[in-house]
Structures are given as C-alpha cells and as structure tokens.
C-alpha cells in the first residue's frame, strides 16, 4: 500500500495505472475529455492536468502515481489553464448547441457550464465541412470534433479496423477517413463504438425518429414494435432510473401512449434463433463440414467478416439475427390476415445497435423482395421520442406485452451479453431444465468479459470446443490463429462491441465501468427470473413452428442468398 497527497488529503494507492486514476478514486471528477480506461493514452486534451508541490503542471493521466506524492488539482493556475483551453475549443466550434443531437450529454457543453466559462473572445475562423450522412448508421460531423483522438483509438485498439485517423497539420487537422473519402467508401462495419466515445456532436447517431414518427401518424397502418434485450436494462439511465433496472414495462407502457399497435420481445426472436442455429450445429457436427459454425446475430461481425476474412464466409450460420427473424414473422403473419386486417404493417425494431440500421437493408434479410423490418430505433433514440412525448418513464405503470410473442424464455435474454448466444444454444442442445445442469452450463467459460473466453464441453459422445469473443481485434486474432492452424473450435460467437449488446453504439452515453456493470448483472437478473430457461419449453415458439412458420423454416428465419 502506498499513499500520495491530494489536495492536502492523504490517499492510499495499490495498483492504479496512472495519477488520474488515483484522483478519481478519492471522489474527485477530475474533467477529461481523451481519456479511457480501456484505450491507450493519449494525452492531448490536457484537461486532467494536475499541479505538484512545486508548481510543475503535468498531465495525471500519463503520469505514473508514485509514494509521496503531493499534489492540487484545482489551484488558481489549473482553473485559469482549463477555461482557456475550454475557450480555445469553442472558439473553433460550432456553436449551435440548442439544436445539436448531443445537447444536454456533450462534455464541452457539460465542461463549459461547470468551469463557468461564459464568453469566448476569438472569433471562429474555421472554414466549414460538410456533413458525412452516407452511412446507414452514424452522422459524421466535422465542425463539431475537438480532435480529442477517442473514435480513432477505439476504431483502431478495439475494433481493429483504423477507419478514421488524423490528416493534415497544425490548425488545418481534421479526423477523417483515409483520403477524406466518406463512410459508405470505407470498411466501416457500423459497429457505432465511435459514437459511444465522442464526446460532443461529431459523431451521431442516423436517426430514424422522424420517419416513425410518420408511420405512427399514418392512417391504415399497423405500427408493430419489437424490443431486444439490451434496451430494457439501458432506457431507463436519462430518467433517473437505477442503471441497469429492467424497465421493460414502462417502456411497453410508454410506446402505447406514443401509439404503437402492437408491442412485442425480441427475445422471441431469440429464442428462434436458439432453435435453428442449434440444429444447424448439430447438422454440421455430424457432417464435419463448414466448421466452425459462426453465430451470425451481430451484423457489424458478419459485415467485417465477409470484407476482412471471406474465407470464412461459408462458416457463418445461414440463421437470420433475431430481430431479422422477428421482422419475418410479423410480415408472414400480416400477409396471411390480409383479408381480415388490410392495413399496412410496419416493423419498428429498437435495438442497442447501430448496425441493425444496415442490416435490414441488406438484401438477404428481405423475403421475395420485401423489406421485413422497416425501421430501426436505438435506445437513444427511444429515449427521445419518450422525452419528446412528454412522458416521465420513471413514473409510468408498467404494462405487459401483446400476446402472443410476448412470452420469451430466459435463454433470449441473454443474447444481449458476450458469450449469452453460446450459452443459449448449449442449453438447448443440454436439453435439461434442471437448475444445476443450467448452472454447470454457465461455469463452462462462457461468460465473463474477457474479450477471448475459451470452453470445451461435451454433448453426448462428443468433445466440442466453443470460442467466444468481443471485440473486432479480438475476432481478428482468433481468426488469423485459425488460418494458421493455431488453434480448432466447433463453435464460435462473436460480437463486435466490448461486452456484447449492452454497451452497443445506440446505448444512452456515457457507458462507464459501473454502467456496463450494472447492465451486464441486469441481464442476467432477468434471466434468473424466468420461468422458462429453454428457447424449446416456450410454448408460443413451438406453435409458431406448427402455425405460421410450417413449411416456410428456411424462407423466413434463414438468409435468403438468392435475394442477395
């Protein structure tokens, strides 16, 4: 145990990385805007900048913490250094902050109101560039960046991808994708993890509000919703709600003031997913060909993929992601009551991710040419319609689901988690209901939040040998294993953002340790309460199967390659 002084306070320390981190653990906010604990350090805002006993300013978040240390954090020469730095930010920075998509959660605007600064005295000279709209997914904004380096380095550290960089010197930087080309030019997968870091406007989300608004104004139209997993232990953050709480019901309940028709779980979604993938397992077990199967319910995982790894292409599962097998079924089920219902349908998803905006659009997740789900709605943009709407989600009553795909098992819900998927099916092919065949299962290695988890288990007279990953990089090292020949695995399932759905790139910000935490335990929590553990003894899965799914398996819950 070591000790430093902070602010004439004495304070322990073991085996925190930097002085930052120290600061911070003594109950001090100290403002940043470059810094994340998972990424590398950069160093450049200089906001976190501290003072010694000598009056040496330095910057806590690259230096190391050393026994003995004495230090200030909010002296008059620190106060004076960051409203200047503030000023000098705004003072290039568009200043249209009442009509910006990150009003009320930008760090400059939350910094600027904190450190009292209340007038910038340079004029703003900078020459202004045009909005990135190309991608599905997010808004690339130019104007709006403070060159703090966050979506490089998770683009770069995490995703392994290094789409967008710095270009050009001086007073002229930008970030940018290479040679200024726009987002749609690149191998950008939509992942939206650079939206999840930046700190103002720069990066947004492609908002689809708009546009349901519209449906759900529309005369003779069925507006149907579907909600996954992730969103109802996230919406609840911009109303006061405990992070992490399950609020699906007020969250059913605030939909139908808003006037959606029809509500129902992704989870369900899921719970099909379960049913085919693992019977596309066995099938290949048995084969011994096109393994390992790959779990195909992360777009921005299939989108990477198929452009950085197509030799691999044949090994991802042929299922359609929940939500896509979900927009299927709504759209069946519109077609065969078109005599008794004969209003227009449409499928509104609200998902964690941002890359489910592309999904929908790719042609294998139409059926005979139609669109299956319309419209995808991030929880950020949910929780905006919500606040739109006037309505206060921590006081609503909660209210159940439309039957009958309300009912889901707890197996789908913790497909908004790394490794929930893997899990899921090996339940399913178990095939035990018992709660300590369930918990033996979760003890294989499948959850956890490392971003490479290896299992080994056995079903029936076979050893199978599962691999679950978060994280692109992470994907790119077991892949480039596996092209050598390094290493073998039956299954493996991989999700593109750390830590699975939960922190997703269409998550309310900021997503700290403590919020993927109380995320990741609230997920599980619904899963602990569920009466029904497998995707099979739901009972509204099974008729589905014998109803409006008979005969039609392939066509609307498997990738329809002809369309493609």
């Not at 320390?13 to 950069?42: A, M, Q, W």
């Not at 270009?167 to 997968?189: E, H, I, W, Y």
């Not at 997503?511 to 309460?529: C, F, Q, S, V, W």
């Amino acid at each position: 145990m070591n000790y430093m002084t902070i602010n004439n306070r004495r304070v322990a320390f073991t085996n925190e990385k930097n002085v930052l981190s120290v600061i911070r653990k003594s109950g001090i906010d100290l403002p940043t805007f470059c810094y994340h604990s998972e990424l590398s350090t950069y160093g450049a805002c200089r906001m976190c900048v501290v003072e010694d006993e000598r009056g040496k300013v330095f910057a806590s978040c690259s230096e190391t913490p050393r026994d003995g240390m004495i230090i200030y954090t909010n002296t008059p020469k620190l106060q004076h250094h960051r409203k200047m730095i503030l000023e000098l930010l705004l003072a290039s920075h568009c200043r249209e902050c009442t009509t910006c998509a990150k009003n009320g959660v930008c760090v400059l605007q939350r910094l600027s109101r904190q450190l009292g600064v209340r007038e910038i005295r340079f004029e703003n000279n900078k020459k202004e560039l045009p909005l990135d709209m190309t991608s599905e997914c997010i808004v690339r904004d130019p104007n709006k960046c403070i060159l703090c380096g966050d979506c490089v380095r998770t683009c770069d550290e995490i995703q392994g991808l290094g789409i967008l960089d710095f270009s050009f010197r001086g007073s002229k930087m930008q970030v940018t994708p290479a040679f200024n080309k726009n987002l749609a030019q690149t191998d950008c997968v939509g992942c939206g993890q650079c939206r999840a870091v930046c700190p103002t406007g720069a990066i947004t989300l492609n908002s689809n509000v708009h546009s349901v608004w519209a449906a759900l104004s529309e005369k003779n139209t069925r507006v149907v919703a579907q909600i996954a997993p992730a969103v109802r232990v996230a919406v609840g953050d911009k109303f006061g709600i405990r992070k992490g709480e399950n609020t699906l019901g007020r969250l059913v309940a605030a939909l139908r003031r808003i006037g959606f028709d029809e509500i129902y779980d992704t989870n369900f979604g899921a719970d099909l997913t379960v049913m085919e993938e693992s019977k596309e397992l066995t099938e290949r077990l048995e084969s011994g060909t096109k393994l390992p199967l790959f779990t195909s319910c992360c777009p921005a995982w299939v989108t990477f993929c198929e452009r950085k790894y197509p030799e691999f292409k044949e090994n991802i599962s042929s299922c359609r992601s929940p939500q896509g097998m979900f927009g299927a079924l709504i759209k069946e089920e519109a077609r065969m009551n078109d005599g008794e219902d004969n209003r227009k349908t449409i499928v509104v998803s609200i998902m964690p991710c941002t890359a489910k905006k592309a999904e929908i659009k790719r042609p294998d997740y139409f059926t005979e040419g139609a669109q299956d789900v319309d419209y995808v709605l991030t929880t950020t943009e949910v929780t905006r319609m919500i606040q739109e709407a006037g309505i206060d989600l921590a006081q609503v009553q909660p209210e159940t689901m439309d039957m009958p795909f309300g009912i889901a098992s707890g197996a789908g819900a913790i497909f908004g988690v790394t490794g929930g998927v893997t899990e899921a099916v090996l339940r399913r092919l178990t095939d035990s209901n018992k709660a300590e065949d369930i918990e033996a299962i979760s003890f294989t290695g499948v959850r956890g939040v490392d971003g490479i988890k290896e299992a080994s288990v056995k079903l029936k007279d076979r050893e199978v040998k599962l691999a679950v990953v978060n994280g692109l990089q992470c994907a790119s090292k077991v892949l480039d294993k596996m092209k050598a020949g390094e290493v073998y695995y039956d299954f493996v399932e991989v999700m593109a953002c750390k830590r699975g759905c939960i922190a997703g790139g269409g998550q309310p910000v900021p997503i700290g340790a403590r919020t993927k935490k109380a995320r990741l335990e609230g997920i599980y929590k619904i899963d602990h309460m569920s009466q029904i553990k497998l995707s099979n003894q739901n009972p509204i899965v099974m008729t589905v199967y014998d109803g409006i799914l008979k005969g039609k398996e392939h066509k609307l819950l498997h990738h329809n390659k002809a369309e493609v």
